[in-house]
Structures are given as structure tokens and as C-alpha cells.
């Protein structure tokens, strides 16, 4: 049995509602749930130490919080599951201590594929962190402190007729994680199509379009995913994802994880850039 992985920090207890998403998805998987914690301390924290408390003392006292920390996070667990009826999950914690702990947890995942979940309800997360599990190959699930309706609802952005990637090989990628999730999860998955024109193109904009749709029916017949429902915007991908999530319900935003030109170093593209920093719900970044 594998294990559901979920990054969070010391510094601030995880919301009930990304610890319900966790456990959901790790019943879902037949997994235990593995707890990822970054040992955070501010600089002022340290300086005060140095004066008042010796380091053995100072050690002591942070292993008596962190344990707490791992106690309340399992009492919020076990109500949860006794609220659910579940049977309970194993629940494993593991501290991330020091300055290279970036480097330790993507080294000691380089070998492992799936997804990695990771507490996003403060929005705050290292991108080198995000970029090199990406590099590894992990799908990176963002939670958010947004709770997930019943039934669950997905929207995956595709883009299959880019310039730079005219095998979309990153769309299939979306669509067939997508359908692994959708069934893990017993969600109800959309494909999302943007199509946008730039305005100086206004006096084409109808033969455009209609070539986007005509070109999308294509590509998802060629690409046998032609049952899956697909919703098309007019609108640019930073714009239109957040509103057909919004009119949809969804409660997971399905994106691609890296940029589609062979010559790019990192994933982060606009459309990623904006999302990041004020998401419509959950976002789950696939990677090539």
C-alpha cells in the first residue's frame, strides 16, 4: 500500500477542510495519509534563543510543540472519521528541519510517480519546490481552503492546437490524468477549451473561431476522447478558467504543469503565474 502525501507547515495547523480533502483522497487510494511538516522559525525567533535559551532547552521545547502539533492534527483525523463512519487511516508525520529541506523531500520522492498534495490554503509555497517536483514528474495537487460540494466537479484546461506543441502531448497528459482522478475521486470531469483572439484580429474573429472548434472535434476524435464534454470560452485562460469554474462548480482546476517549447528550463507559464496567485479553487498541476 502507498502512501497519500501532504505538505503543510509547523507554523500553522492545516484547516479541517484540507485534512478532510487529504483523508477523501487518500481512502480513495487505499493509502495511508504521509504528513509532510516544514520547520518554520522566523530570524527573531533564533536571535532570541541565542540570549535567553540554551540550544539543549530550545530543542526540547520545540520537540514538545511539534509533538502537540501532531497530536491535534490526529484528534481533527480521528473526528473525522468518526464523523464519516471511515475506518481509521494510518497517519505518519515527518518533520522537515533545516535550510536544504527542499532538496532532502524532492530527493527522497525522485523515484516515486502520483500525486503529491500540498497545503495551499495560505498561498504561500516555494516554486523551486513545485518546479522540481515537476521536473520528477509528480502531479502536484493544491489545496485550498475551499470546500469541495457534492457531487465533486472537475474542469481540465487543455490547449491543444499551441504552436509549440503540435503533438499535444501535455493536453493528452491532462485528459488522462484527469480521467485517473475523476474515477479515484467519483468526480465529474469537463474539458475546457479558451478561445481566445487578439484584438487585432477582430476582423477574423469568426473564421477563427470556428477553425478552434472545428480543429478542437479533431483532435478529441483522432485522440478517442471525443465522449468527454467539452466547454468552450471566449475569453484569454486567465480570465476564462476562473470564470467557467466559477459557473461550473468545480472544485479542482486541472492545468498543465510546464511550458510547452522544448527549450524551457521550468513549467510556470502566464496562465499558471496568475492562477497561483489567487486560485478559483484547487489546482492540480500535471506534469509532462
Known amino acids: 500500500m502507498g502512501s497519500t502525501n501532504l505538505l503543510t507547515k509547523v507554523c500553522a495547523k492545516p484547516s479541517r477542510r484540507v485534512l478532510l480533502k487529504a483523508i477523501h ?5 487505499t493509502q495511508s495519509l504521509n504528513i509532510y511538516a516544514e520547520d518554520y522559525r522566523r530570524s527573531e525567533e533564533h536571535t532570541f534563543l541565542e540570549y535567553l535559551i ?14 502537540q502539533w501532531c497530536r491535534s492534527i490526529l484528534e481533527t483525523i480521528e473526528e473525522i472519521h468518526s464523523e464519516l463512519e471511515l475506518p481509521m487511516i494510518e497517519v505518519n508525520f515527518n518533520l522537515l528541519a533545516g535550510n536544504s529541506w527542499e532538496h532532502e523531500l524532492t530527493k527522497e520522492h525522485q523515484n516515486n510517480t502520483g500525486f503529491f498534495l500540498i ?7 516555494a516554486l523551486q519546490l513545485l518546479r522540481e517536483l515537476s521536473r520528477q ?10 470546500k469541495w460540494p457534492q457531487p465533486l466537479k472537475m474542469a481540465s484546461a487543455i490547449d491543444p492546437l499551441h504552436r509549440s506543441d503540435k503533438n499535444a502531448e501535455i ?3 491532462i485528459i488522462v490524468r484527469s480521467l485517473e482522478l475523476s474515477k479515484r475521486l467519483k468526480a465529474n470531469m469537463s474539458l475546457v477549451y479558451c478561445q481566445y483572439v487578439a484584438p487585432y484580429l477582430y476582423r477574423y474573429s469568426k473564421d477563427i473561431l470556428k477553425h478552434q472548434k472545428q480543429s478542437m472535434t479533431a483532435f478529441l476524435e483522432t485522440n478517442k476522447f ?13 480570465e ?3 470564470d467557467i469554474v466559477k459557473s461550473m462548480g468545480a472544485s479542482i482546476l486541472v492545468l ?8 524551457s528550463r521550468y513549467w510556470s507559464g502566464s496562465t499558471v503565474d496568475v492562477l497561483l496567485a489567487n486560485p478559483p479553487c484547487d489546482l492540480l498541476l500535471v506534469s509532462k
Open 137 to 146: 514528474g509528480r502531479d502536484i495537487l493544491l489545496l485550498t481552503d475551499i
Open 25 to 29: 483522497f487518500a481512502h480513495a487510494s
Open 119 to 125: 497545503d495551499y490554503s495560505k498561498g504561500i509555497v
Open 256 to 263: 498543465g504543469a510546464c511550458k510547452r517549447t522544448a527549450l
Open 54 to 67: 540554551t540550544p539543549k532547552e530550545s530543542g526540547a521545547r520545540y520537540n514538545d510543540f511539534f509533538m
Open 240 to 242: 476564462g478558467l476562473p
Open 171 to 173: 493536453d493528452k497528459e
Open 226 to 238: 471525443n465522449h468527454l464534454p467539452l466547454r468552450l470560452i471566449k475569453a484569454n485562460p486567465e
